[in-house]
């Protein structure tokens, strides 16, 4: 993943992380060429490696792992099954990594009761835990590999419990995955929607309706939520969007749907509506929402994934941080004036702060306050971007890109249709 050019020996150095390897190449190598040397193999420990660097001073090769979380140190010069000279730790030895890093997504596999991270901006893998681990545990299994098609940036993740599969937005290739809900390592999806037809650009976040089968996904770019047929596979377009003025959408961040109420909620950012706004399911085109909860007695500003319980109709929604968005320069095609960007200045309320997790009914509207916060310090929430649900216990899971961890609650409470809210979990 990481390279180094080392100026005195003419070499480009090479971490690659898909065989553990660190590789070696004339500075001046071009296309398909061998390595001139490598350092790989149980000895050297070299497990993921991310980066590297050269100590010109110490004649030094220096090496990121990311797989276990240490640093380590080779002669300049090493090459092949070698041992390194030193090693860096973070932690004790055998100390499990938890391998993910600045997640801001989960998806609960009922089927396996177990709860599935996507790496953010990080190493491209999706990780899965037990639902009931804790502390440092490795996951039980990983998906990753250049076999998966998964890139970085991948901020949603949807686990279809019915037909058994996970979905994933890839932001940076502009395509959905579909793998099989017990994928495992370097296993290819069993589907991709990708190409010009999809209208994809940097689709983020996705959810899937089991009633009419269909997956829908919220593009940031795009400024808009696309509706494929699950089933969906190729260059396909959708079967219909939601997009334009009137709906107010522009960075989609989050979507989530109720197939009780055949509601669709958007977690959209921007300068005009930092919100939640609901649809009716078979919406298109350019059509306004059906309620908008947004304003300062919110406390919307800089939020992720969304998520609802079809039992009660209860909204979930991750916030990473208080911070407001900037108001874009143009809206759509046309550049904002001058007393546009002093209105929104005089309307900004400064706030600052950790982020939570909030709740809301699916009916409310309007500057409403939400219903329930999962928040504080005993919560151990720096800034939540994912969030996910198992009602049948009562459970809340929290994904923290501030920590690299994630969290669970037990707030049976949230899951109560004759609960009505106005509780706080710290």
């Not at 007695?297 to 109709?313: E, K, M, N, S, W």
């Not at 504080?376 to 923290?400: H, M, Q, T």
Request: hydrophobic share 40%; aromatic share 6%; proline share 7%.
């Amino acid at each position: 993943m990481g390279l180094e050019v080392d100026a005195a020996r003419d070499e480009i150095i090479v971490a690659n992380y898909g065989d553990s390897s660190v590789r070696f190449f004339p500075r001046t190598a071009e296309g398909d060429v061998e390595p001139v040397r490598m350092i790989k193999g149980d000895r050297t420990q070299i497990v993921g490696p991310v980066d590297v660097t050269v100590d010109p001073m110490r004649d030094e090769l220096w090496v990121a792992n990311y797989a276990d979380h240490t640093a380590l140190v080779f002669d300049r010069s090493a090459s092949g099954n070698t041992a390194p000279k030193r090693i860096l730790r973070n932690a004790p030895e055998g100390t499990p990594a938890l391998a993910f890093t600045n997640a801001s997504a989960a998806a609960y596999d009922s089927k396996r009761d177990a709860l599935i991270v996507p790496n953010s901006v990080s190493v491209p893998r999706v990780s899965v835990f037990a639902r009931l681990a804790n502390g440092h545990m490795k996951p039980e299994r990983v998906i990753e590999g250049q076999g998966t098609y998964l890139s970085r940036t991948m901020h949603g993740i949807a686990h279809d419990e019915i037909n058994d599969e996970i979905s994933i937005p890839v932001a940076l290739g502009g395509a959905i995955l579909v793998f099989r809900g017990g994928a495992s390592g370097e296993e290819p999806p069993i589907r991709v929607i990708q190409g010009s037809r999809t209208r994809l650009i940097r689709p983020q976040t996705i959810a899937v309706d089991p009633v009419p089968d269909e997956i829908l996904v919220g593009d940031t770019t795009a400024r808009a939520i696309f509706v494929f047929d699950r089933t969906a596979n190729g260059d396909v377009a959708p079967k219909r969007a939601l997009y334009g003025e009137k709906t107010r959408l522009l960075d989609v961040v989050g979507v989530a749907v109720d197939p009780v109420r055949n509601i669709i909620v958007a977690a959209s950012r921007s300068a005009a509506t930092i919100g939640l706004l609901t649809f009716n399911r078979t919406d298109r085109g350019d059509v306004a929402p059906k309620t908008v909860i947004a304003g300062p007695r919110t406390g919307l500003a800089h939020f992720r994934q969304v998520a609802i319980d079809p039992g009660t109709g209860r909204i979930f929604l991750a916030q990473q941080s208080m911070r407001e968005k900037l108001l874009e320069p143009y809206r759509l095609d046309r550049p904002r004036t001058r007393e546009e960007f002093e209105e929104a200045l005089e309307a900004s309320t400064g706030r600052t702060g950790p982020g939570f997790i909030g709740v809301w009914n699916i009916d409310d509207n309007g500057d409403v306050p939400p219903r329930a916060l999962i928040q504080g310090p005993a919560s151990r929430l720096i800034a939540p971007g994912g969030v996910a649900l198992n009602p049948k216990r009562g459970e809340v899971f929290a994904v923290d890109g501030g920590s690299s961890a994630y969290y669970a609650y037990v707030v049976p409470q949230f899951f109560n249709p004759q609960w009505l809210g106005a509780i706080t979990a710290r």
